[in-house]
């Protein structure tokens, strides 16, 4: 379920959205969980030149229907790749898992569901508002208390 996570002050964020579950192969994919994924990749590929693995550049919008598919999984790889071509610690695995409230992993690499919500920030000068979401994100939004 979408949450919202309190960092506190180990990043340069003190909160973000958050997955519950991780979203990528072999994962559960949540419903909400992807469509939130899907909805940040919608708003960060376009200002960052995102590319599939294959080396092509992604060029249309993600569906934002909560599935877990080849479109949603080559705009991840595409978004860890660009996260690492601009010199940013993240991990390159095809998957987006939740981040605890340090923001960083135990292989020392920041979360990639910090640096979309970073990258968000960063674009549109501020994080995404819970009412830009999907309905049934912010439905899990609204269910989820704040976490941290």
């Known amino acids: 379920m979408a949450k919202i996570t309190n960092l506190g002050n180990e990043v340069d964020l003190k909160w973000i959205h958050n997955v519950s579950h991780p979203v990528g192969p072999g994962c559960s994919n949540s419903k909400d969980d992807v469509m939130m994924i899907q909805h940040l990749l919608n708003k960060v590929m376009p200002t960052l030149n995102v590319v599939a693995p ?3 550049p992604i060029t249309s919008y993600l569906k934002r229907d909560g599935i877990f598919g080849p479109k949603t999984h080559a705009a991840i790889a595409g978004y860890q790749n660009n ?12 998957r987006i898992h939740p981040s605890n409230k340090s923001g960083w992993n135990a292989h020392g690499n920041q979360y990639t569901i910090v640096h979309l919500n970073r990258d968000h ?3 549109y000068g501020r994080l995404a508002d819970d009412n ?8 899990a939004l609204k269910r989820n208390p704040v976490e941290g």
């Not at 996260?83 to 095809?94: Q, T």
């Not at 830009?132 to 439905?139: D, H, L, M």
């Open 54 to 56: 294959n080396g092509q």
């Open 83 to 94: 996260l690492r071509s601009r010199g940013k610690v993240a991990s390159a695995d095809g």
């Open 121 to 123: 920030r960063n674009i």
């Open 132 to 139: 830009e979401f999907p309905p049934p994100v912010i439905a």
